[in-house]
């Protein structure tokens, strides 16, 4: 006898390294180069319609991508690491915001650099406060970043390389600028170029070209290069927190159900609330929520690190928040953000 979850109806994808190229193209994710000139918008749309015209090539009765989404808008002269998800996998935008970003910038100085610049570009390694431009898309209103690491790779005359790795949402424009007014000589960004998002960076970053490319060699029977290309959009979640739970409980989830402790194999010590893990804070000491502050609540609320649930065979199933213990006999575990199936 066939068990109805075997069959078609099975809302769970095959593994990561076994779906077909119109299953990996509608939920993948590409480690986009995004060239100087056009916007994130356009380069988002190019991609969306190059995988469209191969999808309706190799499965014209299958549905087209229904989009795509990047990792976080870069101005149309900014180059670099742009994240790109494709199809289903746009659920899971919000991830690139838990992941820091890596630039590399040519601070452009307004005058001869003081003998304590290096101790001036050091000052902003710290948590910084910012108030977004004008023309950005959030309210400016005036908030902390954290610029975890900031090197100052080298000065020649009146410019200056930087290498920065940020929480995401720093205005790098908006530093360079403070940069130049704490040092006294004033200063501004000119080439920017993107080098990490987290779990990417530029090591293996791929075009525009070699996306069209790939694709032309699928729709004729290569999948290599595409399948190089186009990576099983699980590859964005590996910087997050796993649980994995059992496939009984996956099949559950996607009709909206969350993850209870029996279905739970196996949680990451990172994904548990301070109150569970081992290392929780003692003796007064509260523990810290996702902005810093020290605002203290109940387990959950003050510790809600996003975790991304898997299958044992690796595939995605969702997005959520480890709310209970995984060794109790019942009860929620992982309440859901983003249901992936």
């Known amino acids: 006898m066939t068990d109805a979850s075997d069959t078609d109806a099975d809302p769970l994808r095959a593994p990561p ?22 916007s994130s918008h356009q380069v988002s749309a190019w991609v969306r319609d ?3 015209g191969t999808l309706a090539a190799l499965d014209p009765e299958g549905p087209p991508t229904g989009g795509v989404a990047h990792s976080g808008t870069l101005d149309p002269k900014v180059t670099g690491c742009l994240p790109t998800l494709t199809g289903d996998a746009t659920r899971m935008a919000q991830v690139f915001l838990e992941g820091a970003k890596e630039y590399v910038a040519v601070l452009e100085i307004h005058g001869p650099p003081p003998a304590d610049f290096h101790e001036v570009v050091a000052e902003f390694e710290d ?9 950005s898309a959030v309210s400016r209103r005036l908030r902390t970043r ?3 690491e900031l090197d100052l790779l080298e000065v020649a005359d009146r410019r200056a390389l930087l ?11 908006k530093l360079c600028h403070d940069i130049g007014l704490a040092a006294g000589i004033g200063a501004h960004m000119g080439h920017l170029r993107r080098s990490a998002t987290d779990p990417f960076d530029d090591r293996d970053l791929r075009t525009l070209q070699d996306l069209v490319d790939a694709l032309a060699w699928a729709e004729d029977g290569d999948e290599e290069m ?15 927190p796993a649980v994995t739970v059992a496939r009984s409980a996956a099949r559950n989830v996607a009709t909206g159900a969350p993850v209870y402790a ?3 194999i196996d949680v990451d010590d990172a994904a548990l609330p301070a109150g569970l893990r081992g290392d929780a804070p003692t003796d007064g000491d509260a523990p810290i929520d996702a902005d810093g502050d020290g605002t203290s609540g109940d387990v959950a609320a003050s510790d809600p690190s996003l975790v991304a649930c898997f299958t044992p065979d690796g595939t995605a199933v969702c997005l959520g928040h480890v709310v209970g213990d995984p060794d109790a006999e019942s009860g929620t575990v ?8």
């Open 163 to 173: 290498r920065i790795r940020c929480e995401s949402g720093t205005y790098v424009r």
């Open 226 to 240: 595409l399948r190089d290309v186009v990576r099983p959009a699980e590859d964005a979640l590996t910087h997050l």
């Open 127 to 135: 948590e910084i406060y910012q108030k977004p431009p004008r023309k």
């Open 262 to 264: 029996p279905g739970v």
């Open 146 to 148: 954290t610029v975890h």
């Open 334 to 341: 992982v309440d859901l953000e983003r249901v992936l199936l």
């Open 50 to 52: 190059a995988i469209d």
């Open 17 to 38: 390294g076994e779906r077909s190229v119109p299953e990996l193209l509608r939920f993948g994710v590409v480690n986009l180069d995004k060239p100087a000139g056009p």
